[in-house]
């Protein structure tokens, strides 16, 4: 089955840095790459997420980038704010509603001011 | 987006007793449902996938007569925990699969504490 590994375990950064979480994949049937952000206590909310039949997909500060080839995508925030702070997962799945994700471990991403 | 929700949002059990979680999409029909399980601090870790009319498919090491998934409509799942234990405590949260996106939505999620 999939297996999804992610990095860093924790990111910090100061306000206005740019933020990159990286995850590899193992299943090559795998061509739907969501991202979420938790907040404490909270459910996962989806941010954005990308198709394997496009390399890049960008959402105002947001954007994933897609290695179908290395098997590997990243999620970049820019002008990271204090809002930013929670915790990240990246997923893997065929695009089918009969499929669950599978996640990564998941980043802390702090952003101090 | 699609909407789910998950009641209760908490409950506290006393061991032995057995918990059930309501998982209902609001706004469309979801034939799968999928359970997860979250410890503090660590990632969603898939327990079992709930099909609408059929019985639930469990992942490697969940134990399915402790934890009884039922999925009667098309917008209700129901997780019960049966003869909970303190080992048990923890985040359940369910999710749905837009039928024509693909993009999951999740429900708010169950903190359970058995004490």
């Known amino acids: 089955g999939e297996n999804v590994e992610q990095h860093p375990s924790t990111l910090s950064v100061q306000e206005g840095d740019s933020a990159v979480i990286k995850c590899t994949y193992s299943d090559s049937a795998s061509n739907y790459f969501p991202w979420y952000k938790q907040e404490l206590g909270k459910r996962p909310q989806l941010i954005i997420d990308?198709?394997?039949?496009?390399g890049e997909k960008k959402d105002q500060r947001i954007a994933v980038t897609l290695n179908k080839t290395a098997k590997h995508f990243s999620l970049h925030i820019t002008e990271t704010q204090p809002e930013d702070s929670a915790v990240y997962f990246c997923a893997a799945s065929i695009p089918q509603a009969g499929t669950a994700l599978i996640f990564g471990k998941g980043t802390t991403l702090s952003v101090s001011s | 987006g699609a909407v789910v929700s998950q009641h209760p949002s908490w409950v506290i059990c006393k061991s032995g007793t057995s918990v059930k979680i309501e998982c209902r999409s609001l706004?469309?029909?979801?034939?799968?449902m999928f359970w997860y399980r979250q410890f503090p601090k660590q990632s969603l870790m898939l327990m079992a996938t709930?099909?609408?009319?059929?019985?639930?498919?469990?992942e490697q090491g969940v134990e399915k007569d402790k934890f009884l998934i039922n999925h009667a409509s098309l917008t209700l799942s129901t997780l019960t925990v049966t003869s909970a234990h303190p080992e048990d405590s923890s985040f359940y949260i369910c999710s749905a699969r837009d039928l024509y996106s693909g993009k999951a939505f999740f429900g708010q999620g169950t903190r359970l504490t058995v004490v």
């Open positions: 706004d469309f029909q979801a034939t799968t």
């Open positions: 990308i198709r394997s039949n496009v």
């Open positions: 709930s099909n609408e009319g059929s019985k639930a498919t469990y």
